[in-house]
């Protein structure tokens, strides 16, 4: 069965500290993983995909089949940064997608 | 566009009331979804369409929840009758296949509060 585990409901990081969002999934296929963000008052929307393999805002996320992880980084955090993240999942060819519980991450000042 | 637009934003109904939530995708996507979001159970899928076809119903919590698509601009979510454990931010949002997998376009939610 497809699962997405955010094992962080909250995570605080002071301004200019390094920011990680840990993410796993199970999945028996070929997954295909993202990152939403979802800032206060405004739409859910994409930050990343692991198949673009870019970075966004300064965030990035390494596929790791091994350790099946999808981990969100930034080197410095910002305040601008404070929101909420969702991990999510799609099997390769499917076009079903399911998200996690989410991580509310709070940068402080 | 104006993106995938949603009504109403705010909903309050008391328990044993039907609730109708609404959603208009953007033109020309061809998969619609709808989810709803709890703080405890995070975004859970409940149904999606592809060209207004529902294809997975697995995440519709019980058959008090309906979901129809009768053309590909607009879709209602149906609860009846509604439940206080039914309290949740519900999501639409489409997508097109030819844009690649994952990029959902959401709208802004309906807050749905069952007294």
């Known amino acids: 069965a497809q699962r997405v585990t955010q094992p962080e409901k909250l995570l605080s990081v002071f301004k200019g500290a390094p920011v990680e969002l840990k993410c796993n999934y199970s999945?028996?296929?070929?997954?295909?993983l993202f990152w939403y963000v979802q800032y206060s008052r405004q739409r859910l929307q994409l930050l990343l995909r692991?198949?673009s393999r870019e970075s966004i805002k300064g965030f990035t996320a390494d596929l790791n089949k091994g350790e099946t992880s999808f981990h969100l980084k930034k080197p410095f955090a910002q305040e601008e940064d404070s929101a909420m993240y969702y991990c999510?999942?799609?099997?390769?060819?499917?076009?079903?997608?399911?998200f996690g519980k989410g991580t509310r991450l709070h940068i402080l000042p | 566009d104006a993106g995938v637009i949603q009504s109403p934003r705010h909903e309050v109904t008391e328990m044993g009331q039907e609730v109708t939530l609404r959603c208009k995708p953007i033109s020309g996507h061809d998969y619609l979804f709808w989810y709803r979001q709890t703080m405890m159970r995070g975004l859970e899928l409940l149904i999606y369409f592809n060209n207004n076809v529902p294809i997975d119903d697995s995440g519709m919590p019980e058959d008090r929840f309906s979901a129809k698509m009768p053309n590909a601009s607009f879709s209602t979510l149906k609860i009846q009758p509604s439940e206080p454990r039914d309290s949740a931010v519900y999501f639409c949002?489409?997508?097109?296949?030819?844009?690649?997998?994952?990029?959902?376009?959401f709208g802004s939610g309906t807050q749905l509060s069952v007294l």
């Open positions: 692991h198949i």
């Open positions: 999510a999942l799609s099997g390769f060819g499917d076009d079903k997608i399911i």
């Open positions: 999945y028996s296929g070929s997954p295909e």
């Open positions: 949002a489409s997508s097109l296949k030819g844009q690649g997998t994952g990029l959902l376009f």
